[in-house]
């Protein structure tokens, strides 16, 4: 009679109506201001790559040198155009007559060309454009021009950086739809799967939605205040962050809310018991991966430390959303939200079963995992941790040096195509020379070093208007000698590499003007893009070594405070280790013989790292707080193999949404993209699949209560107390709802 009167008593129509409801308003006005920022991203977005360089680069100092000597915005686009034969008379006479239009269309900028090839059959021209302009658009519009201009039957390109930039821009546009409709379909349809219910699907996609649109307010006001650096990589990520976050979330909670409603008939009461049971292990796994994120801030790159206030303000905000709107949407629906398939109500008796094993109470696929754990825990962790070094020694052939621009987009691009026609009839440096910052005393002695370096074609110093200087050059009649432009004793001086700008090869010619120049001026420096990418390659491999042991550190503090134990987080962080290198492993085999990619971007075993390992431990932390839950009821091992039990169906279920997620990052054409969705959908379903359910379970079912070593859990006597103890009376989820 008892229970049956807790379980009638009515709540307070504040607490049952009033708190739901204003939640869910706010959360609603939150979405509304939200959601039509998202198309603003792009005001406050930048995709220069020089603009994420660390201030201290060596590229970075030459470019504030060539803001001196020019416009510092300005990016330029190589304008080739390409013929089977040679050129005639009258078709040099039409390609000669373009620069006027070029120079009209550009509102008078300086256009230099055309410039025939050596084989006659191809001509260029260099069009600066003001980089704070809309470089997609005036790219389009060069392109249109210049299609319709050229002689006929010719092919035209228009490349170069300028080029290359709006084609990244235009790969990077599937973020702002297609992406997050992908996304979302997939998370929706593992949740009908999954629960077989519609209500419950479309609850915890608004939870997704509502938290980016929050994100997404956060981000812009950080981006608009000039906080951080906003870029379409960090765009994308943040959309499939904030999405997988907030459903894995979700997910936990909405199992202890469903557990919670076959205890009581009360709505509210099952979503406050629900909240007590969920809070601790979602904010411990939220800060987790917050903390971690937050690490990038210590990284030398400013791509990589923009990402991380990017991303963490992405968890923060799902964070809020699984523990605030959710938790209302379920107060108010209760089991209505479970529709056809509502929980029903246990006997009193069934509630809180008594365990000897663990396995009570279990059935299917779970239950004979845990009496595989049980009954083998040795040979399934040995077998386990031996399959995932073996997987780990595909990184051996993980190839993440950075690959040439050419190669970034996946996509049809003309400016990709416009660079093999250039390397084709031009030096292939053309139009994105490098750029050598030199003292005015000895800028000739400097010129001659930089022209007798093997892989550069040519080289010549800069005179006012960024005018080369061309020794034997004609002049016009009457017209003294062009001298170089100098500023506060500095001159700039233009080399033409023999290899395209996004070359390794090119990047070993700056590598050898740096050293050789630095011995005939101490100050000289070299930029450029090609060596805007190597500082960008050099400075992410250093990244990888200085952050990777910040984030471990980090994150086995906040499992030692979580679990109160040491032994239990050391294994745990060492086992998602492992798991990041069997999933770099099998990723760097399918990349080189699957994909057939030329490498990886120099940053994407960091980001595979602080995404794997954080949200590698998300699931060792619900799987193991339960585990310690209930391991002070029924004792350490009938507690492991319980805690597995009720946790199985959820936490795969989370595994699965997560990987569908980042695997939807695939549909952008870019290549780190695409990598890093490979590698975080793998890594995640090995950890979800392997680690958490056979690796972590057997491993502490093999070391028993000394996996809570030094706390009093972890003391046989605790541990023998505890199976020994009849299951407790569980407090009726109505205590102190009122």
Not at 96 to 108: C, D, I, N
Not at 198 to 217: D, E, G, K, N, R
Request: charged content about 15%.
């Amino acid at each position: 009679m008892k229970s049956s009167r807790q379980n009638s008593t009515r709540v307070p129509f504040w607490l049952r109506w009033l708190v739901p409801a204003v939640l869910v308003v706010a959360w609603l006005a939150i979405a509304g201001i939200g959601g039509p920022t998202f198309g603003r991203l792009s005001e406050v977005s930048s995709n220069d790559q020089a603009s994420f360089l660390p201030a201290g680069a060596e590229a970075t100092e030459a470019r504030d040198w060539q803001a001196k000597f020019r416009d510092s915005k300005e990016i330029p686009a190589v304008i080739v155009i390409e013929n089977d034969a040679a050129f005639t008379r009258a078709q040099l006479g039409e390609a000669a007559a373009l620069k006027g239009k070029l120079e009209e269309l550009q509102a008078g900028s300086a256009v230099i060309g055309p410039i025939p090839s050596e084989d006659a059959k191809a001509v260029q021209f260099v069009v600066p454009i003001a980089s704070s302009d809309e470089v997609k658009e005036v790219v389009k519009e060069l392109r249109d021009e210049v299609a319709a201009s050229a002689p006929e039957g010719m092919r035209t390109y228009v490349t170069g950086p300028a080029g290359l930039t709006a084609d990244l821009v235009s790969a990077f546009g599937g973020i702002d739809g297609i992406l997050l409709l992908v996304a979302l379909a997939a998370v929706f349809v593992i949740l009908l799967v999954v629960y077989r219910s519609l209500l419950l699907p479309i609850a915890v996609l608004f939870t997704s939605v509502f938290a980016l649109c929050a994100a997404i307010l956060l981000v812009f006001g950080m981006a608009k205040l000039g906080w951080i650096q906003l870029n379409g990589q960090s765009q994308g990520i943040l959309s499939i962050l904030v999405i997988g976050a907030a459903t894995d979330y979700a997910l936990l909670y909405v199992a202890r809310f469903r557990e919670a409603l076959t205890h009581t008939t009360n709505r509210t009461a099952a979503a406050l018991t629900a909240w007590k049971a969920a809070w601790e292990p979602i904010l411990a796994s939220g800060a987790t991966v917050i903390i971690a994120l937050l690490c990038l801030l210590f990284s030398d790159l400013n791509s990589n430390k923009a990402l991380g206030p990017v991303a963490a303000a992405g968890i923060l905000c799902s964070l809020f959303a699984a523990l605030t709107l959710l938790p209302a949407m379920m107060a108010l629906l209760g089991r209505t939200a479970f529709w056809p398939f509502r929980p029903k109500l246990l006997p009193e008796t069934e509630r809180e079963p008594e365990l000897v094993t663990g396995l009570e109470g279990q059935k299917g696929i779970w239950r004979a995992t845990g009496s595989l754990v049980s009954r083998r825990p040795r040979t399934v962790w040995v077998a386990s941790v031996l399959l995932l070094l073996v997987a780990s020694a595909g990184v051996l052939q993980l190839k993440a040096n950075g690959v040439p621009q050419t190669d970034v987009i996946l996509a049809a691009s003309n400016a990709v195509d416009g660079q093999d026609a250039l390397a084709r009839h031009f030096d292939a440096g053309s139009g994105s020379p490098a750029v050598v910052v030199a003292e005015e005393a000895k800028a000739q002695e400097v010129l001659e070093k930089v022209k007798a370096t093997d892989g550069v074609g040519d080289a010549y110093l800069l005179a006012e208007g960024n005018v080369p200087i061309v020794p034997g050059a004609p002049g016009a009649p009457g017209a003294p000698p062009a001298t170089p432009a100098v500023r506060d004793g500095k001159v700039l001086i233009n080399a033409t590499l023999n290899f395209a700008a996004d070359s390794n090869e090119a990047e070993n010619v700056v590598v050898s003007l740096r050293q050789d120049l630095k011995e005939i001026d101490g100050g000289a420096l070299v930029g450029g893009v090609t060596a805007t990418a190597l500082d960008t390659n050099t400075t992410a491999q250093r990244d990888l070594v200085t952050i990777i042991p910040v984030v471990l550190a980090v994150i086995l503090i906040i499992l030692m405070l979580l679990l109160r134990s040491v032994l239990a987080p050391v294994l745990l962080v060492a086992s998602v280790v492992l798991s990041y290198g069997a999933a770099m492993g099998v990723s760097a085999v399918v990349f080189n013989n699957v994909f057939g990619f030329p490498g990886a971007d120099a940053t994407v075993p960091l980001f595979g790292f602080v995404f794997l390992v954080a949200l590698g431990v998300d699931y060792n932390i619900f799987l193991m707080s339960r585990v310690r839950e209930e391991s002070l009821k029924h004792g350490t091992r009938p507690g492991i193999l319980r805690g597995l039990g009720v946790t199985g169906g959820v936490i795969t279920s989370a595994g699965v949404v997560l990987a569908a997620t980042f695997a939807a990052l695939g549909v952008i054409p870019i290549m780190f993209l695409v990598q890093l969705a490979f590698i975080v959908a793998f890594g995640v379903l090995l950890d979800t699949v392997l680690v958490r359910s056979l690796l972590v379970p057997a491993l502490a079912y093999d070391i028993g209560p000394r996996i809570w070593w030094p706390s009093k859990l972890g003391r046989p006597s605790a541990d023998a107390a505890g199976r020994a103890a009849p299951a407790p009376e569980p407090e009726s989820a109505d205590a102190g709802v009122r």
